[in-house]
């Protein structure tokens, strides 16, 4: 099966890979996935029809990167450098990447978090060209027949999002397709999947922001939400024609509100290979950067207590790591549970409160609280930490500032080294900045964060703060399933990545909470042969080729079909 009805990669009789393209001149040149630009070599332009379209000079991919770092650098704020980038892509996908993978660290913020989100807000503004698929209330009846228009004829990694909860900013309606680009981008630059097996997918079942739907330049769909039965009629429909068109394919659900993100993962994680990476995701980012601070600390995961602030989909797929990551430490699920506790925006969760149905393994036994001392029904921030002598504060709550002063101090009273990660995106919505922490901790907070930010100077110190990105764990996670042919997405390989992306960062970076963005290209391949070797151990990896490899064979196994922006010759 070719790649794609306009081309195809084929291997030559020594190996070497080269493009067979079924499309030639002018055509050939509007397609993102097969123009070279001005390095098209002079025997390619004749082959090709492309004499005389083109500068007479040839360009290598070098030439190609400065000129358009030079114009990148020239952009006047984050958003149009991001658009720049975007245009890149849509006119030259390798010349793409070739910059990303090398200026990755100084554009991942830019094309990920924090200014993806403004690009979410202003998608319909800034819309220019077309690229991934929507399904929509127009089209979903067809759904089947609409796939069919995708030129892709492998598409391995889905990212879908149904835009009802995209970062912290809530429904941004057909915007968030932004968000599904952007995160397929890192699968590429970051995951080495090539960009000829992903696809970017807008569920758009409607906005309730009056704003959008008043808005004359708005692309979605102009109605209410779907709702209820009708809703998940709509993502039955997308899922089955996803598994006809692509039955290699995974889906990484993205951006979902927290009262479907739950009900959506558990509904569809056996019928087709998904997860769910602000729940799973976020966990295992989280439970990393724990597990590197007890290991700064010379203490014991197990010996934890941690507060979890934020009960949404991302603070209860943190707390749901961090237990996992106590109970394989040897505690029960009941001695796990009181050392996790979690803060929703009426207070600490206790059984018997009224909460979603989602909240409810994670609530406290009324018997944990003997003795605490609270002036409300129930625990706030301040007197969860104080009675229940937390050392870990994390922190998913979408609201900024939700870290104070006493807050922060009350950490102090109970460890010497606190640990304390605001983890909330974009930047405006972080629980607190990590200088506050720094200096309200005398300079003993061992602090990570959602967003970059940079060192915090403090007593002839400089003292690292560190990035607690998904970016570092569902690249992998994701590469890993994908090579592995997995059925699903266990548990077991989602914490798989967790240990993965704390070993790795013992193991090159033991200083610090996280590996710094730069690497991310060393960290996928790691976690991705671990989460090979989980799902092997697990059974459900289908894949012939990697049964019975040694962890060593997995990652050389990863790293020879790891894509790198480089490229093929052509071949007619």
């Known amino acids: 099966m070719a790649v794609s009805r306009y081309y195809d990669v084929k291997r030559d009789e020594r190996g070497k890979r080269y493009i067979e393209p079924y499309v030639t001149g002018f055509l050939l040149l509007r397609f993102p996935l097969l123009n070279k630009g001005t390095a098209f070599t002079e025997e390619e332009r004749r082959l090709l029809g492309l004499e005389g379209l083109l500068p007479p000079h040839v360009n290598t991919l070098r030439e190609q990167k400065e000129r358009v770092y030079r114009r990148y650098r020239l952009q006047a704020s984050p958003l149009e450098k991001h658009i720049y980038l975007r245009n890149l892509q849509d006119r030259n996908e390798v010349l793409f990447y070739a910059l990303v993978v090398e200026h990755l660290e100084e554009m991942l913020p830019i094309l990920y978090t924090p200014t993806v989100g403004e690009a979410v807000r202003e998608f ?9 698929f929507t399904a929509s209330t127009k089209n979903i009846e067809e759904v089947e027949k609409a796939l069919q228009n995708v030129p892709l004829e492998d598409v391995r990694l889905i990212v879908a999002t149904d835009s009802s909860a995209i970062l912290g900013l809530g429904d941004q309606g057909y915007g968030g397709m932004a968000i599904s680009i952007g995160k397929l981008t890192l699968y590429t630059a970051a995951g080495g999947v090539g960009p000829d097996k992903t696809l970017p997918v807008e ?3 409607g906005t309730d922001r009056e704003d959008l739907l008043n808005d004359p330049l708005y692309l979605g769909v102009r109605h209410r939400r779907l709702r209820g039965e009708a809703y998940f009629q709509f993502l039955d429909r997308f899922v089955e024609a996803v598994k006809r068109r692509y039955p290699k394919a995974l889906i990484q659900w993205e951006d979902f509100s927290k009262d479907t993100a739950f009900a959506v993962l558990e509904r569809y994680r056996k019928a087709v290979p998904s997860f769910n990476d602000d729940i799973q995701g976020t966990g295992a980012v989280a439970l990393a950067g724990v597990l590197s601070a007890c290991r700064l600390k010379g203490e014991a995961l197990r010996d934890q207590v941690v507060v979890v602030y934020g009960a949404g989909a991302g603070g209860i797929g943190v707390a749901w790591a961090l237990r996992e990551g106590m109970k394989r430490e040897g505690l029960s699920e ?9 803060l929703d925006s009426k207070g600490l969760l206790v059984k018997g409160r009224g909460m979603e149905a989602y909240k409810e393994a994670f609530a406290q036994s009324p018997e944990r609280l003997l003795g605490w001392r609270y002036a409300g029904d129930y625990p706030n921030l301040l007197e969860t930490i104080q009675n229940a002598r937390a050392t870990v504060l994390l922190g998913l709550s979408g609201q900024g500032g939700g870290f104070t002063e006493p807050v922060v101090r009350a950490m102090l009273e109970h460890t010497s080294r606190p640990v304390i990660f605001p983890l909330s995106n974009p930047t405006s919505l972080s629980e607190a900045l990590p200088d ?7 300079g003993r907070a061992l602090v990570a964060a959602g967003s970059p930010f940079p060192p915090v100077g403090y007593m002839g110190r400089t003292l690292p703060v560190g990035q607690g990105n998904n970016a570092f764990v569902f690249p992998g996670l994701g590469l890993g399933a994908v090579l592995a042919r997995a059925r699903e997405v266990t548990d077991g390989m989602v914490l798989e990545a967790a240990y993965a992306l704390s070993e790795f960062t013992r193991l090159h970076y033991p200083g610090l909470l996280y590996p710094p963005v730069g690497a991310l290209r060393a960290v ?12 092997l151990e697990e059974g459900v990896a289908e894949e012939e080729r990697i049964q019975g490899l040694s962890l060593e064979a997995l990652l050389e196994y990863v790293r020879a079909r790891f894509w790198e922006p480089d490229y093929l010759p052509y071949k007619v």
């Open 124 to 132: 319909s503004h800034i819309y220019r060209y077309p690229r991934g």
């Open 203 to 205: 569920l758009d079942v």
């Open 334 to 342: 009941e001695e796990a549970r009181a050392r996790v506790l979690v």
């Open 436 to 442: 506050d922490l720094i200096y309200w901790t005398e």
């Open 524 to 535: 996928s391949p790691y976690i991705a042969a671990r989460v090979m070797q989980r799902a």
